[in-house]
Structures are given as C-alpha cells and as structure tokens.
C-alpha cells in the first residue's frame, strides 16, 4: 500500500514533466512559425531578394533547413514538428549548412557541463561544509563575515565576479613582474595547437582554460550554499528532537548525521538538483567572456547570425535539461523524505 | 450592488499605516538594512542631480584617449575621451527606472494573478499552478536572447517583457500567502458581506501583502538588473548610457588589459554591485518585518 502511493507520486510527476516538456515545444513551434515576421517567411523572403531565386525554391529550401513540409496544413506540420523533437531531429544549421543541429550541441554540450558542472559540484561541496560549520559556530566573531560575504557573492551578478577575477589573475602584476596567471593566453577551450585526446598534456591544457570559468561559476554559487546549509541546520539544531537525541546520549556524529544532517539535506540536495538542470543554460555570458566554445557562446552566435534551427535546438535542449532536472529532484525528494511514503505527498505536492 | 464599494473594513484601515510603520522600524534597526537604504538614496540623490552638477560629455576629445585618473578626470576617461566619472553619475538613471518599470509591472500582474487564483481556486488555480510550472522552467535569459532575434529590443520594451516573464514565481509566494490569509477572520467576513472577489482581493487581500510586495519588489528590481545588465553586455541591446553599457564598451575596448584605465571598468561594476548590494540589504530588511518566524 505505501509502495502504490509513492507510485502513483511518481507516476504524477512523470506526467506532469512529459506535459510541460509538451508545452514548451509547442511555444517554441508557435513562436518559430506562427508570429508575424516569422524566421521561416523571413528567411524565404531573404533567399528571393539576395539570390534571385522563385518563392517556390526558397519555400523549398526553407522547409529542408527547418525539416518542415511547409504546404501541409498547420496541424500536421505540429505533429510533424514534435516527431522530429521526439527524435532529437531540429534540422540543419543555417550558419554552417549541411551540419545537423544536433551534430553541433553535442560537440558544445561536453564543454559547458564541464565547467558549469564543475563549478557547481566543487561550490556545494565546500559551501556546505562551510555552512555546517558556520551553523555550529553561530556565537563566533567571524560568523557575520563570513555569512556577509555569503550574502554578497550570492548577490552580485556572475559576470562582475568574472571580471574581478581577470582583474586578480591575468591584470595586476601583484610582484610587479607578472600576472598570476598567462590570462591573453587561456581564452577558448584549449590551446590552438593541441590535438584533443586523452594525453596528460591536453587534459592539462584544457584545465588550464577551464579554471577561471570553473572558479567563477563557484564562486557565484558558493555562497548560496553556505547559506542554505547554514539555515537549514540551524533549525534543526533547536528542534525537539535533536534535544531529545542529546539528552538520549547519543553520540555527537550519531546526532550531527542520522538527525540533523538528513533533515538538513532535505532541501539542499531538490535545490542541487534544481540548478543542476540550469547548468546547461545558465553559461551564456561567462562562455562570451572567456571565448570559451560552450554551448551558452553557440546560442549566441545562432542569435547574431539569426541562425533559427540553432536557436530552435539548443533553447529546447535548455528548457528539457531543468524539466528533467526538476522531475528528479521531485524524485529523490521522494526517496528521501520518509513522509512522502507515508502519503501526504499527493496533497502538498506542488 | 450600489454601495459595495464604501464599506470600509477593518483590515483596509490599518493595512497600509501598518505596513510603512514597519518598514521604518525594519530599516532603522537593522545595520545591513540601514546601510543598504542609505545607500539606495544616495544612488537616487546622485541619478537625479547628475545631469546639472555633472553633464555628460557630448563631444569626444581625441587627445584625451584613455587617461588615467587626473585632477580634471577624477576617473580618467574613456576610449573616445569623455570623463567617466560624470558617465558614472549619469548611469543609474536609466538603470533604476528600467528596474522599478519591470518590477511594477512583474507586481502587478504576480499579486493580481496570485489573489484572485487563490480566492477562486478550483480548477482555475490547478491550471494557473501548472502553467506557472512550466513558465518556471523556461530558463530566463536564452529565452531573451532567442526573443531578441525575433523582436528589436529597446530598453523600456524589455522592461515590459521582463516584467511580464517575472510573474510565475512571484505568482507562487503570493498565491502561498493569500491561501493562509483566506482562512483569516476578516476575510471571511468580507466573504459573507457577499462584496465581489475583485473588491477582496483589492482592498481586503493586497493592503495586507505590502510586506511581501516590497520585499519581492526589491528582488525583481534586482533581477531585472541582472538580466539587463547581461543583455547589454553580450550585446544584444542597443546601447543607451548605463553602467551595463560602459561595462560592455570597457570590454569591447579591451580595457581590462590596461592598468592605467582600469577605472573604465572597475567604476560601472563596482556601482551595479553597490546598487544590487543596496536593493539585497533593504530587501532583507523587510523581510524581517514580514517573516517574524525569521527574526532572531
């Protein structure tokens, strides 16, 4: 019976994920073929005024490049439309023809969860660690600094910190000599006369031009973290049955894990799940930044070369990675939480 | 039907009093909050007086490109010779006009859709929950880029976009807070005086939700900063005068490999965190006051 609820829980959220997944390309089909001015007419029309050609071809090319059968009626050109989503199909890019949409996101994707997925990881490790700390040392002098600057490096857009730290590594000759870091030289994903492979050498290089957009990505969770944890121990310090726990004799570790840390966890690990999935999207201007050849930097081109397929693929790539990335934090909230089995969950679900 | 609209009830009376009485009490017995408000005039003060203590420089002095700071530029100047420090003066204008348009228009349409969801509710507030869902996970700034190459954005166009692309999470904390505060006496009252769900949600609801509205008022003008901000700097926008734009000038210059201009690019950066800083800490602060549970 507690199994069958936990289930049907599921079964929901599945539901409810397949619907918005359906939403979303459904947006994005009507705002690509239905708006005024739309890319398709758009790009027909270009097609007829720079080469000369008839409407009939350019319709022709167009419906090739966006792979849509433009004379069919509207309802079966959607249909088709999701057919091709279904199969990761988004058409040819029309900046460099001949190469398919999914041919380019899956050379850029490898690159921006790396960095963006470093970051992320390394910043909820020590943030929590600082968090917890920080929980147990609420009455210390340094507790306000350090949850000040929590609070600062948590507000401030991710760019500015980005910028300092090219101030920090690559600009000021702390020693009057030189910079930190050779940062002319750590632009892009990895030295130009690097042959990518799995030697020490190109793994070096590439972590050399990774680590300041890895460390600025940190940086810019960091302190969301530390105050998440922080918060969410803390409240389970004063609670009953902590005290309780305590006053049982339990060892300090038996209470600080199987107590605090599992209550504490609760909403800590839905939140890395939630931003686990704005990994892929979030990375569009550090990737400008630092020429770095992820799939934020490829959005943008697509946009300034108005290249529609592109933006098409890699926006629905974006939106489907944070529906499927919120579907399992709604799944591991599950498995974690014990009061979820015991059924509530149907009602407060959200 | 007639005179609906005169009854005065309790909540509405003391709703609004109550709500600036708090604030002041939030602002000036919280350090962070303090500071945080002191320097928001300050950004306001120096916005509105700029244009006549330090008027920009229209024309470009090719003599003076790329200066470091001076007695005459106290900041230096910028790539086509104007004095940074009056661009600095002049940039938050537009900046906080941006964010308080966005923001209005985000509160509006967040309280508005939130109340009236959880006064229907039913069948009504499911769908309007889900959509709200899904709105929330269309990643917000790729979806300003793609709307970029469909619409040419100006800066008061984007405001409204951004206002209107803000409503889904504000939507969920008001709708949270107007289901606790349906359950309240008053509310019920005005429930069976039989007044209409607009006169409810209007003048019984909203009074008592100016906490939570200035609190969310101060994050969307933050996060419409934010997005602003990038825009202008991937650039996508058209360039006004703003700190975002001397940001993305700076940069396009090359700024940052020069240490004798360097004041080009630290001064608008370090005005957009002072102004985010300030929004944060004020915001907080009034948190505090409609969150008790939070206060120490």
Known sequence: MKNLSVLTYLLKKLLRMVLTILLVTTIIFFLIRLMPSNPIDRYIEDQMVQYGISYAEAKNRAATLFSMDLDQPMYQQYFAYLGNVLRLDFGDSLLSPGVSVMEIIATRLPWTLFTVGGGLILSFIIGIVIGAVMAFKRDRWYEPIVTGIASFLSAIPDFLIAICLILIFGVVRWNGESTILPIAMMRGTYSMQMKPGWNTEFVLDVLMHGMIPILTYMLSQLGVWVLLMKTCTTSCLNTDYVTMAKIRGLSSGKVLFSYIGRNALLPITTEFFMRLGFIVGGALIIEQLFVYQGIGLELLRATNGRDYPMMQGIFLVMSIAIVVCNFLAEVLYAVLDPRIKAGGAAKNGK | ?296
Request: glycine share 6%.
């Open chain 2, 1 to 296: 039907m007639e005179n609906k609209s005169t009854y005065v009830t309790l909540s509405q009376s003391s709703g609004m009093k109550k709500f600036l009485h708090n604030s002041w009490f939030a602002i000036t017995h919280d350090k962070a909050g303090m500071v945080g408000f002191c320097l928001l005039i300050l950004i306001i003060v120096m916005s509105v007086t700029a244009p006549v203590v330090f008027p920009l420089d229209v024309e470009s002095d090719p003599s003076q490109i790329l200066t470091a700071p001076s007695a005459q530029h106290i900041l230096g100047t910028d790539h086509l010779g104007r004095d940074i420090w009056a661009q600095i003066a002049n940039g938050g204008r537009e900046l906080l006009l941006f964010a308080a348009l966005a923001a209005i228009i985000g509160i509006a349409l967040g309280v508005t859709l939130g109340a009236f969801s959880a006064i229907i509710g039913g069948r009504f507030d499911s769908v309007m929950l889900f959509l709200a869902d899904v709105w929330l996970s269309i990643p917000r700034i790729p979806l300003l880029v793609v709307l970029s190459g469909f619409f040419s954005l100006t800066s008061m166009k984007l405001a409204i976009v951004l206002g209107i692309l803000s409503w889904a999470g504000l939507y969920r904390t008001i709708r949270a807070e107007v289901l606790s505060l349906k359950e309240r006496d008053f509310i019920e009252a005005a429930f069976m005086q039989n007044l209409t769900k607009t006169h409810i949600v209007f003048k019984e609801i909203t009074p008592n939700l100016m906490g939570f509205i200035a609190v969310n008022f101060s994050l969307l003008m933050r996060s419409s900063i934010y997005s602003q901000v990038s825009l202008v700097f991937m650039g996508i926008l058209p360039l006004e005068q703003n700190w975002g734009v001397m940001i993305n000038q700076a940069w396009t210059q090359g700024v940052v490999y020069n240490p004798k201009c360097i004041w080009f690019i630290l001064a608008p950066t370090i005005m957009i965190c002072l102004l985010i800083i300030s929004l944060v800490w004020v915001g907080k602060a009034l948190e505090d006051v409609c969150n008790p549970s939070l206060r120490k």
